[in-house]
Nanobody, 121 residues
Framework: QVQLVESGGGLVQAGDSLRLSCATS????VGWFRQALQKEREFVAG????????EYAESVKGRFTVSIDNSDFSVALQMNNLKPEDAAVYYC??????????????????WGRGTQVTVSS
C-alpha cells in the first residue's frame, strides 16, 4: 500500500502563493483534493504516473500547477494568486487505476492526512 504525506500548508494572504507537496512511496497517478469547512471534498488537480497528463478543476485553472519530482516521485501543487475561497484542508490521493488520474472521490484509493491552507482577505 502506497503511503502519502502532505506538507506545505499554512496561512497566507489573498494573492500570495503556496507550494504543497505530497510525498509518495512510489511513482503513481496522484490527485489533489480539498475540503473546506462544512463543504464536500472536491477535486482540485491531478497528474498521471508518467507526468505527461494533468487535470484541473475549472476554479483553479491558470492559477494552480501540479507536477512530479522525478528524483523522489513527490507530487507538488503550486498555488498562485490564492483566494479566500481556496482555504481548505488539502489532501492527496492515489488512483484506483494506476493508469488514470483520480479526478473524483470514487476514483481515489488511498489518502494522506491533509494539510491546512488558510487564506486571509
Amino acid at each position: 500500500q502506497v503511503q502519502l504525506v502532505e506538507s506545505g500548508g499554512g496561512l497566507v494572504q489573498a494573492g500570495d502563493s503556496l507550494r504543497l507537496s505530497c510525498a509518495t512511496s512510489r511513482r503513481t497517478a496522484v490527485g489533489w483534493f480539498r475540503q473546506a469547512l462544512q463543504k464536500e471534498r472536491e477535486f482540485v488537480a491531478g497528474i498521471s504516473w508518467t507526468g505527461d497528463s494533468t487535470e484541473y478543476a475549472e476554479s483553479v485553472k491558470g492559477r494552480f500547477t501540479v507536477s512530479i519530482d522525478n528524483s523522489d516521485f513527490s507530487v507538488a501543487l503550486q498555488m498562485n494568486n490564492l483566494k479566500p475561497e481556496d482555504a481548505a484542508v488539502y489532501y492527496c490521493a492515489t488512483s484506483r487505476s494506476a493508469l488514470s488520474i483520480p479526478t473524483s472521490l470514487a476514483k481515489a484509493a488511498h489518502w494522506g492526512r491533509g494539510t491546512q491552507v488558510t487564506v486571509s482577505s
